[in-house]
C-alpha cells in the first residue's frame, strides 16, 4: 500500500485495548474540527466531528474530546480491533473559511 | 451508490511537463474539493468547486489550477511540473455547499511522481 507519512508518530496497543489519539491545534478562532482514518492505499475516511461550542461528542466505539483552554483534540477508540489499524488525523477550521488545516497524523497499529 | 472515483490512480511525469488529474463525485454531490498528501507537509487543501465555481484556494502557486464541469466532475491540472509536486492528489466530494464543513467522501487518490 502507499505510505501516508514517513516518521509519523506511532501507537501501538493491542487488541481490545482502548486508544487513545491527540493532536494540538494552533488557531484559537478554528471552530469545527473532524477526525479521519486512512488505511494504506486508500483515502481518508471520515470519523467524527465536533464544533467548537461541544467539549465532547460520543460516536460508535469513538468519542472525541476538544479542550479550548489549551486547544487540544483527542480521539478515543474503545475495544480497538486490528481494523483500527491505520493513520488517524485531526482537521480543523476556523469561521466558516472552509479551508481546513490538517494534523501530522498518529499511525495506530493494533497487535492482535 | 459509487464512491468517488480518481483517474489516473498512477502518473509519472517529468520535470517542466504538464499533467491533467480527473475526479468524478459521487452521484448528487455537487462540491468537489482537491488535496495535496506528501510525507514532509502531509494533507494540504488545493481548492474546492461548487456548482462549477471556484469558491475557495489553499496557499499553492497558480501552476495549480482547476475546473468543474456541468456534471459536477472535476479536474485539475498542474503545468511546468517541479519534482516538489510529487505527490498524492486527493479529491473529496460533498452533498453540500459548504465544503470541508459538510461530510467529504474521499477518493482513492492519484499518485504523481516527477522524475
Known amino acids: 500500500g502507499e505510505s501516508v507519512g514517513l516518521h509519523l508518530p506511532t501507537l501501538s496497543v493491542q487488541e481490545g485495548d482502548n486508544s487513545i489519539i491527540n493532536c494540538a491545534y494552533s488557531?484559537?478562532?478554528?471552530?469545527?474540527f473532524i477526525w479521519y482514518k486512512q488505511e494504506s492505499g486508500k483515502g481518508p475516511q471520515f470519523i467524527i466531528d465536533?464544533?467548537?461550542?461541544?467539549d465532547k461528542r460520543q460516536g460508535q466505539r469513538v468519542t472525541v474530546l476538544l479542550n479550548k483552554t489549551v486547544k487540544h483534540l483527542s480521539l478515543q477508540i474503545a475495544a480497538t480491533q486490528p481494523g483500527d489499524s491505520a493513520v488517524y488525523f485531526c482537521?480543523?477550521?476556523?469561521?466558516?473559511?472552509?479551508?481546513?488545516?490538517f494534523g501530522r497524523g498518529t499511525s495506530l497499529i493494533v497487535h492482535p | 451508490k459509487a464512491g468517488v472515483t480518481q483517474t489516473p490512480r498512477y502518473l509519472i511525469k517529468t520535470r517542466g511537463q504538464q499533467v491533467t488529474l480527473s475526479c468524478s463525485p459521487i452521484s448528487g454531490h455537487r462540491s468537489v474539493s482537491w488535496y495535496q498528501q506528501t510525507p514532509g507537509q502531509g494533507l494540504q487543501f488545493l481548492f474546492e468547486y461548487f456548482s462549477e465555481t471556484q469558491r475557495n484556494k489553499g496557499n499553492f502557486p497558480g501552476r495549480f489550477s482547476g475546473r468543474q464541469f456541468s456534471n459536477s466532475r472535476s479536474e485539475m491540472n498542474v503545468s511546468t511540473l517541479e519534482l516538489g509536486d510529487s505527490a498524492l492528489y486527493l479529491c473529496a466530494s460533498s452533498w453540500g455547499d459548504r465544503g470541508f464543513n459538510n461530510e467529504q467522501f474521499f477518493g482513492p487518490g492519484t499518485r504523481l511522481t516527477v522524475l
Open positions: 482537521a480543523e477550521n476556523a469561521g466558516g473559511s472552509y479551508i481546513p488545516t
Open positions: 465536533i464544533r467548537s461550542n461541544m
Open positions: 488557531n484559537s478562532a478554528s471552530d469545527y
